[in-house]
Each structure stands twice: as structure tokens, then as C-alpha cells.
């Protein structure tokens, strides 16, 4: 396993849990790159497709599934309030996904502010997802990794991989600075390095990686229950009483001048709290958002080459516990699963 961010922890995990024998190699410890700069909006929320919307929701509820095997996890499903479109497109939205199954209710102004009763200015429609949720980056990863090395996986942590090793049209381990790891099969799960790992084999993965800023709080007493999806900001508070927040959960355009974006960010998340005045900026994150050229991620074998797994992806918290079971069972079975079959390296470009 190539990678320790969230998408990395899972699959390995998922596939120690299975029986298999897996080393987790990764450039800095457990951890990740992206994965302790994001969001962590755990959703299926508006603008997808039925079929990505069918993975996302399957994605949360093996979330459930797994914190109920690893409470340590941290998931908690605090509910999601969004009022980021038009009226019309609200209602469009709750009205789609409440046909497709999804726990989505359009709500009023009194009953938004009994939901987030520390929102200065509540929007007059919202969509309320009771179901949507977050785990806090960091404690998912440490609990993953942690798990999977009690259950017998090796961490080496601080190892940079410099080249996938290959033979005769397969790939047979890893080269890194410290020598040659041998492996029956190599899982890219490296975010945003996982193009130019792959292409060493010939392999041509199409990303982008659009930095996203977010700033976070100094930790304050509880303001928000949930995720708060406004067209001002996207917020939500951590464990640690630190109000996160993004222009929209994606994260922020850094600009030329971060430090002056983030300030001007944080005035206006701290605008729509009442409550909030003590609440005091503390730092802000840059991430490299590991985006698939399609939107949509890319799991599973390139053809023509043995021995390499790929799992590169934005929506990484919300897709991993998916995706930990999906490769998993697809590595050691052979068996791809139909809720990630469209997602193959392979697919045709736009
Ligand atoms: C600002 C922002 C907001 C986001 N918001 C959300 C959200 O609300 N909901 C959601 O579902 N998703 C969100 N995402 C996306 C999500 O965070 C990512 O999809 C996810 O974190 C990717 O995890 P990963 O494990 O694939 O990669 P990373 O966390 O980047 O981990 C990559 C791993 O690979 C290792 N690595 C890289 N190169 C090498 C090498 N050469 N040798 C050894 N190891 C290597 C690194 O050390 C690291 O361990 C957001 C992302 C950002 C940046």
C-alpha cells in the first residue's frame, strides 16, 4: 500500500481485516497530504449522477458499518443544512434525492435556526440531510492505521517511494530510498502523486490537483450541531471545538496573497455565528484536492499491466470505507463490484 491518507488507511484496513499481509509505505507518517487539509463532509449531496449518488450513499453506510467495527473512527452523523442554491434548485434537489432515497427535507427559517440555533442570519429555504455527517481527519487515520498495524500490517512511515519496480509487463514491488519491497500487488493510493508513480509503469492517470484553503478557529464552546452548507461560507465545528470553514467545502482559491484570504474568509464564517464574538482565528490549511479528470474516482487495475491497483479520488472521506471494501474484495476475489465498476482507470476521457 502506497499511501497512509484516508483512501490509503482504509484499503488497508479493509484488506488486513480480510486475511491479507500488507505494509503501508508513505512519504510522512499515517496520516496523509490531503487528507488533513479537507472538509470531511460526509454526503451524497446534489450535482451527481444516480449512479455516483448510489456509491456515495452506499459509501455512508459503510461508514456506519465501520465505525460499528472501529468505534475509535470518530464518525458522527451530525446532520447537513443547505442553502447554497436558489430556491428553485432547493427544491429541485431535496425533491430528486428524496425520490432516490436520500434523508432530505426541505426546511423553513424557524426550523433552520432550531437545527442551528447560533446562525446570525438563517436562510429562509433550506434542504436539512439529517443523515450526512464527518469523521475528524486525523483520529479516522490514526484509528485505521493504528488497527491495521495491531492486526498484523507493517507501517513504514517516512519512506518515499521513487519508483514502482517492474518485470515483463507487471509490477512487482516498489523501489524506494532504503532499497526494493516485493509485493504480489501494488495499491497507488498516493492522492496527488499517484500520476507520476504510475506513469514510471507506462500508466497514464489524468488528475488535477486545484489547491483549497480552509481556516480554522481557535477552539470555542459549541456553536454549530452540524454542517452548515450557506452561500456565505461552508462550516462546521470539529471535536475540538475549532469552527473549519471554506468558501465552500472544496476550499478556498489561495489567491496571491493566502494569509489575506484566509482573514477575510474567517471574518465572514465568524459574521454568521451570533454568539461568536470571542471566536478568535487560529491557523489555515492549503490542500492539494486530488481531482480525477471526470470528476469522479479512479479505482481499480489498469489493463495490460499486473500487480498495480489504483485509488485516486476527490470525495476520499467520503468514499474510503466504499472503496476499503470494493478494492479489498476485488484484490484478494478478483470480484469487482458494480457500484465501482464505471470508475476503472481505463474509462474513456472526456
Ligand atoms: C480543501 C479540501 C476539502 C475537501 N473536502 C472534502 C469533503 O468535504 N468531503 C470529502 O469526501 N472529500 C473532501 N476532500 C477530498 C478528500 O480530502 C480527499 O479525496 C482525500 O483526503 C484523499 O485522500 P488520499 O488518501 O487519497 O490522499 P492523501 O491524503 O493526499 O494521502 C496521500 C498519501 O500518499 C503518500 N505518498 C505520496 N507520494 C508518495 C511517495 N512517492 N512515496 C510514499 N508515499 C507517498 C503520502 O505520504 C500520503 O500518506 C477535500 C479535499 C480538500 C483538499
Not at 455565528?273 to 471566536?279: F, N, Q, S, V
Request: aromatic letters at 6%.
Amino acid at each position: 500500500m502506497v499511501g497512509a491518507g484516508i483512501v490509503g488507511a482504509s484499503i488497508a484496513w479493509h484488506l488486513v481485516s480480510a486475511g491479507a499481509r500488507v505494509t503501508i509505505v508513505a512519504a510522512g507518517g499515517a496520516g496523509g497530504v490531503a487528507t488533513p487539509a479537507t472538509f470531511a463532509w460526509i454526503n451524497a449531496s446534489w450535482g451527481n449522477p444516480e449512479t455516483y449518488f448510489r456509491l456515495r450513499s452506499r459509501s455512508m453506510r459503510e461508514w456506519t458499518r465501520l465505525a460499528a467495527e472501529l468505534p475509535a473512527v470518530g464518525l458522527s452523523w451530525c446532520g447537513g443544512l443547505c442553502s447554497d442554491l436558489p430556491p428553485a434548485d432547493l427544491e429541485a434537489y431535496a425533491a430528486q434525492h428524496a425520490a432516490w432515497g436520500y434523508d432530505i427535507r426541505l426546511v423553513d427559517r424557524a426550523e433552520a435556526l432550531r437545527i442551528e440555533p447560533a446562525l446570525a442570519g438563517p436562510p429562509a429555504l433550506a434542504a436539512y440531510a439529517a443523515g450526512e455527517g464527518v469523521v475528524e481527519p486525523g483520529t479516522a487515520v490514526a484509528a485505521l492505521v493504528g488497527d491495521a498495524v495491531a492486526r498484523g500490517a507493517t507501517l513504514l512511515g517516512g519512506t518515499t517511494v521513487r519508483r514502482l519496480a517492474t518485470l515483463g509487463g507487471r509490477v512487482t514491488g516498489i523501489e524506494t530510498d532504503g532499497g526494493t519491497i516485493a509485493a504480489d500487488e501494488v495499491v497507488l493510493a498516493a492522492g496527488v502523486a499517484v500520476p507520476a508513480l504510475a506513469a514510471g509503469a507506462g500508466v497514464d492517470v489524468a488528475i488535477t490537483a486545484a489547491p483549497g484553503l480552509l481556516v480554522h478557529s481557535k477552539p470555542h464552546p459549541r456553536l454549530l450541531n452540524g454542517l452548515v452548507l450557506a452561500e456565505a461560507a461552508h462550516l462546521r465545528q470539529a471535536a475540538d471545538g475549532r469552527i473549519v470553514a471554506g468558501a465552500d467545502f472544496t476550499g478556498t482559491d489561495p489567491g496571491e496573497d493566502p494569509g489575506a484570504t484566509a482573514r477575510e474568509l474567517f471574518a465572514r464564517a465568524k459574521a454568521m455565528l451570533a454568539g461568536a464574538d470571542r471566536l478568535e482565528f487560529d491557523h489555515f490549511t492549503i490542500g492539494l484536492r486530488p481531482t480525477p479528470f471526470d470528476g469522479f474516482p479512479i479505482v481499480g487495475r489498469p489493463q495490460d499491466l499486473q500487480g498495480l491497483y489504483l485509488s485516486v479520488m476527490h470525495s476520499g472521506m467520503t468514499l474510503a470505507p466504499a472503496v476499503g471494501v470494493f478494492a479489498s474484495q476485488e484484490l484478494l476475489t478478483g470480484r469487482r463490484d458494480p457500484l465501482i465498476d464505471p470508475y476503472g482507470p481505463d474509462r474513456a476521457r472526456l
